[in-house]
């Protein structure tokens, strides 16, 4: 089973609202992603959970507040976003390279995603 | 720094002829690259990937691609198109054990028509 499962798969919020993205894997992946993808482009790193603590933030803006209550879950909570941050938002996994015992092993494996939308 | 590069924004085929999507990068040291399919509304699907050893490597539905490390390429190929395999493909790179960063380059439109 290679599932990485995201909810909700749409969602739309107010710049005033408080939402959270939930992403969930049963693999036993201790390595965990948030990208943001615009329409017709590559998708961006956003952050990444190893072991659940926070290991890689590309400088995004706290209004994009990450959390890792264990290792099967990922969330990202959302607060007074902006209309330019409507994207569809993709949660990853992978073993991490500290168990992998060799790289080969480091697949991503992504979920369906999040398509937001900020009025 | 590493980097990938897919030349065409968008590749036409015949269903049944060959598809190649091409893929070049750059980065010090061992590169280990990876392709990946999106769907309409998806997230990204594995195809596969190049880590060492033999530079043809096989991956899912028929897909398979050549790692060149003279012309740092890593072309995405396929011996007979299938309508279904219309998608976005990205092609991606990571450093070899320098971390969980994938870069991914900006991803080619293939096009199968009947």
């Known amino acids: 089973d290679t599932e990485v499962t995201q909810t909700p798969k749409h969602l739309v919020m107010g710049m005033t609202n408080k939402k959270s993205l939930k992403c969930e894997q049963h693999m036993g992946h201790r390595a965990m992603y948030w990208y943001k993808q615009k329409a017709k482009k590559p998708p961006e790193l956003m952050f990444v959970?190893?072991?659940?603590?926070?290991?890689i933030n590309e400088s995004v803006p706290s209004r994009f507040s990450p959390e890792c209550p264990n290792s099967s879950l990922l969330n990202l909570h959302l607060h007074a976003l902006q209309p330019e941050d409507s994207a569809l938002y993709l949660c990853a996994s992978s073993q991490d390279l500290q168990t992998s015992g060799g790289l080969a092993k480091n697949i991503q494996y992504f979920g369906a995603g999040t398509r937001l939308s900020v009025l | 720094a590493q980097s990938v590069a897919q030349p065409e924004d968008q590749v036409n085929v015949a269903e049944g002829n060959p598809l190649t999507v091409k893929c070049t990068y750059s980065?010090?040291?061992?590169?280990?690259l990876f392709w990946y399919v999106q769907y309409p509304n998806r997230g990204l699907q594995f195809l596969l990937k190049y880590i060492t050893g033999d530079n043809l490597v096989k991956g899912s539905y028929g897909f398979e691609a050549e790692f060149n490390k003279s012309q740092t390429s890593f072309h995405l190929k396929k011996p007979s198109a299938l309508v279904s395999d219309s998608a976005l493909y990205f092609c991606a790179v990571r450093r070899g054990a320098a971390g969980n960063k994938l870069t991914f380059g900006g991803g080619t439109r293939v096009l199968v028509k009947p």
């Open positions: 980065v010090s040291g061992n590169p280990y």
């Open positions: 959970y190893s072991y659940e603590k926070l290991s």
